[in-house]
């Protein structure tokens, strides 16, 4: 069965400083696809950013980056100059083709602080 | 619309009753998910439907709870003789067909059995 763990429950990171967040995930599958999510007090889910396996190149966007270890089965998000607005619960997720069920991690608090 | 609508946003019901939590997808969205999200946890998956078919249902915690999908659209998810564990927020998410295509959720339901 395919699993996503996130095994930091809190993370805290001071305004403009850089933080990275951790995700595994277990599959078997060579085709699949890996997401994180944000989700804000007002409890919308927004997605961030996302990378396929198949895909060498680290993902990008704006301050956001992701570090993608395919051999480790490893998928860590930073958040470079961390802003107030960045504060959430940060999900990783994952989906692989054939199936298509979105399977999420247990989620990480990050708090900014000024 | 143009997101993803639930609806009641709240629900307070009492114990042992039954109630119904809808999902209005984006239009043209082939897949809906149904997630459980208790208070500041992760993602609990429910179910799964691709059109009116439900291939993976895998998530759903006892017989009390029940889904359909009709038309390709509108979802409800049904949850009988409800009990005070069933409180949560019950977030419906949708996505045009392929796993690397974003999700969009909605606002979520959130219940409370008393």
């Known amino acids: 069965a395919q699993t996503v763990t996130q095994s930091q429950p809190e993370m805290s990171v001071q305004e403009a400083e850089t933080v990275t967040l951790s995700c595994t995930y277990d599959?078997?599958?060579?085709?699949?696809?890996l997401f994180w999510y944000k989700q804000p007090p007002s409890r919308q889910m927004i997605l961030v950013i996302r990378q396929e396996a198949y895909k060498q190149q680290n993902a990008t966007e704006n301050r956001f980056s992701v570090n993608f270890q395919k051999a480790a089965k490893s998928f860590s998000l930073k958040i470079s100059d961390s802003q107030l607005g960045d504060a959430a619960m940060y999900f990783c997720a994952y989906s692989y083709q054939g199936a298509q069920k979105l399977v999420f991690g247990q989620g990480t608090r990050l708090t900014i602080n000024p | 619309g143009a997101g993803v609508s639930q609806s009641p946003s709240n629900k307070v019901t009492e114990k042992g009753k039954d109630v119904e939590l809808r999902c209005d997808p984006i239009?043209?969205?082939?897949?809906l998910y149904w997630y459980r999200q208790s208070l500041g946890q992760g993602l609990e998956f429910l179910i799964y439907f691709q059109g009116n078919s439900a291939p993976d249902k895998s998530g759903l915690p006892s017989d009390r709870f029940s889904a359909e999908r009709t038309g390709g659209s509108v979802s409800t998810l049904t949850i009988q003789r409800t009990q005070q564990e069933d409180s949560a927020v019950y977030l419906c998410a949708s996505r045009t067909t392929g796993a690397s295509t974003e999700a969009f959720f909605g606002q979520g339901t959130r219940l409370t059995v008393v």
């Open positions: 599959t078997s599958e060579s085709d699949y696809y």
């Open positions: 239009s043209g969205h082939t897949a």
